[in-house]
C-alpha cells in the first residue's frame, strides 16, 4: 500500500495543491498532522504508523514534511524503518535506498540518519560563513562598524553611556575594582578596558 504523509504547520493554503501531488503518485490513503498544539492525544502519524505494514511504502513530497524539526524527522524516518517500511521522498530521489541489495539499503538508511543528526550543525557552520561574508563585505565598502561596546563613550543606549562615565570617574578617584563593580554593576572586564583607555 502507498501511504502519503504532511506535516504542515504553515502555509495551509498549499494543502489542495499538496494532496492533488500525492493522489497523482498513486497513494492510496494520505494522513495529515497541521496543527503544533499541544495536548493532541493520537497524531495522525501515529495513526499511520498502526497501519503501516511490512512492505508498505510511505511518501512525503519533501523532508520538511516528515515533522517541524531534525529531531522529529530523524525519529520519524526510524519509526516508519522500524515498521519494514520504504520511505521515498520526492524531491530527494537520493535518499530514497531502495535496491536489491538489503546491505546497501541498510547503509544507505544509516548514512541517512546520519544526515540527519548533522544538519544542525551544518546549518549552524552555513549560519556563521555567511555572517562572516557578510562582514567582509561591508568592510569592503567601509560600512562596516563592527559589535557596538555595550559601556562606552559613543553607545547609542544612554544608560549605559552613563555608567560608562560613572565607572570611568570612579576610576580617576581611585576606587577599587570590586567597589566599582559593586556600584555600577559592570563586569571587571569592563572596568579594565576604561581603566586602560584611561591610561594609554
Sequence with gaps: MKLGYLALYMNKSQLPELKTQLTKLMVEKVFIDSTSKKGVEVTEFEHMLELI????????????????????????????????????????????????????????????????????RIKKVWNKERQLEGIQRAKEKKVYKGRQIKYSETTTNSENRTVYFQIKDLILKGFPITSIQNMTGANRVTIYRIKKELES
Design 53 to 120: 505494514q511490512t512492505g508498505d511504502e510511505v511518501i512525503i513530497l519533501t523532508l520538511d514534511h516528515l515533522g517541524k524539526n531534525n529531531n522529529e524527522i530523524r525519529d520519524r524516518v526510524m519509526a516508519i524503518h522500524s515498521k519494514k517500511a520504504r520511505l521515498t521522498v520526492v524531491d530527494a530521489e537520493f535518499l530514497n535506498f531502495n535496491t536489491e541489495n538489503q546491505q546497501f539499503n541498510e547503509l544507505g538508511f544509516q548514512l541517512f540518519v546520519d544526515l540527519l543528526e548533522e544538519i544542525p
